[in-house]
């Protein structure tokens, strides 16, 4: 452990801060021993929206799946994305 940290620098904006730590040993500028762990219960994650072409076949067979579930269809194709996409 470092035992002077250096001054974390001033950003201009968030995307510049992120860049900054994606690059960045924060061990030069946090000391992570005195870190604890907290719970966020509130926090959303960040989404953006998407234009998804699909044939109008497959689209009924999704929302006649999403109405069996009583579930927006939209829900459901995240969730079937969601579930596909998870690392084994």
Known sequence: MNTKLK???????????????????????????????????????????????LPMTLLERIKVAANKRDVPYQSLIKTWLAEKTEPR
């Open 7 to 53: 001054p974390t620098p001033k950003f201009r904006n968030e995307a510049e801060e992120r860049r900054f730590w994606e690059t960045t040993d924060s061990s030069d500028y946090v000391d992570w021993s005195k870190s604890e762990r907290v719970r966020l219960p509130n926090l959303k994650p960040s989404t953006t929206s998407i234009s998804l072409r």
